[in-house]
């Protein structure tokens, strides 16, 4: 059981917009940065989004984050059948002294 | 290039040791805090331990304190996760990744993974 709550999986046609969720609480999203990642087959996880919204440099502006509470949200736009992966939430938990990850949510792109 | 390069991973018994190491190239790596995150077979992503920039303050999930350490040399660039008492559940690839490094963001540069096995 993941502290960071995410649905096991989500799907859209390609070109539409897809939203993933990640809920904590006050100890984790609720008080800190929330970070997301992408991770294709057999490959290590890629960062997306640092700081709730911020994209590192070269990830496509179709991809966005954003935090409310105790929850963060990331957003693809425009899909495309590359984007299918797994999506992993992570923040730090200041009360286990520790970063905690979501379950992961599986991306089908149909 | 900016790379991290994870070894040490393999086939070990439960109850036994292996120290995993993870090398920096391109970065000032002395600079960085550095973490070391664990994928178990067709699961999701564990953190496992953190390291800051000099080696003052350590972190680790309680699935694993008591049982693994981590080090860093920088004068080899190198991170190190070393990981006694292990058990079947331990049984993961081992990724490391960038920590705390200014204003850059953490989990910026990751290693391929090294796989741990541990089987009797």
Same mark, same amino acid.
């Given at each position: 059981?993941?502290?960071?709550?995410? *649905?096991?999986?989500? +799907?859209?046609? *390609?070109?539409? %917009?897809?939203?993933?969720?990640?809920?904590?609480?006050?100890?984790?999203?609720?008080?800190?940065?929330?970070?997301?990642?992408?991770?294709? *087959?057999?490959?290590?996880?890629?960062?997306?989004?640092?700081?709730?919204?911020? %994209?590192? +440099?070269?990830?496509? =502006? %179709?991809?966005?984050?954003?935090?409310?509470?105790? +929850?963060?949200?990331?957003?693809?736009?425009?899909? %495309?059948?590359? =984007?299918?992966?797994?999506?992993?939430?992570?923040?730090?938990?200041? +009360?286990?002294?520790?970063?905690?990850?979501?379950?992961?949510?599986?991306?089908?792109?149909? | 290039?900016?790379?991290?390069?994870?070894?040490?991973?393999?086939?070990?018994?439960?109850?036994?040791?292996?120290? /995993?190491?993870?090398?920096?190239?391109?970065?000032?790596?002395?600079?960085?805090? $550095? &973490?070391?995150?664990?994928?178990?077979?067709?699961?999701? /992503?564990?953190?496992?331990?953190?390291?800051?920039?000099?080696?003052?303050?350590?972190?680790?999930?309680?699935?694993?304190?008591?049982?693994?350490?981590?080090?860093? #040399?920088?004068?080899?660039?190198?991170?190190?996760?070393? $990981?006694?008492? /292990?058990?079947?559940? #331990?049984?993961?690839?081992?990724?490391?990744?960038?920590?705390? &490094?200014?204003?850059?963001?953490?989990? #910026?540069?990751?290693?391929?993974?090294?796989?741990?096995?541990?089987?009797?």
């Amino acid at each position: 059981q993941s502290v960071l709550t995410q *649905p096991p999986s989500a +799907s859209e046609t *390609p070109g539409q %917009r897809v939203t993933i969720s990640c809920s904590g609480s006050t100890s984790n999203i609720g008080s800190n940065s929330v970070y997301w990642f992408q991770q294709l *087959p057999g490959t290590a996880p890629k960062l997306l989004i640092y700081t709730n919204n911020q %994209r590192p +440099s070269g990830v496509p =502006d %179709r991809f966005s984050g954003s935090k409310s509470g105790t +929850s963060a949200s990331l957003a693809i736009g425009g899909l %495309r059948s590359e =984007d299918e992966a797994d999506y992993y939430c992570a923040a730090w938990d200041g +009360s286990l002294s520790a970063w905690v990850f979501g379950g992961g949510t599986k991306l089908t792109v149909l | 290039q900016v790379q991290l390069v994870e070894s040490g991973g393999g086939v070990v018994q439960p109850g036994r040791s292996l120290r /995993l190491s993870c090398a920096g190239t391109g970065l000032s790596f002395s600079s960085y805090g $550095m &973490h070391w995150v664990r994928q178990a077979p067709g699961k999701g /992503l564990e953190w496992v331990a953190g390291i800051s920039y000099d080696g003052s303050n350590k972190y680790y999930a309680d699935s694993v304190k008591g049982r693994f350490t981590v080090s860093r #040399d920088n004068s080899k660039n190198t991170v190190y996760l070393q $990981m006694n008492s /292990l058990r079947d559940e #331990d049984t993961a690839v081992y990724y490391c990744a960038n920590g705390r &490094h200014g204003s850059s963001p953490q989990f #910026d540069i990751w290693g391929q993974g090294t796989l741990v096995t541990v089987s009797s």
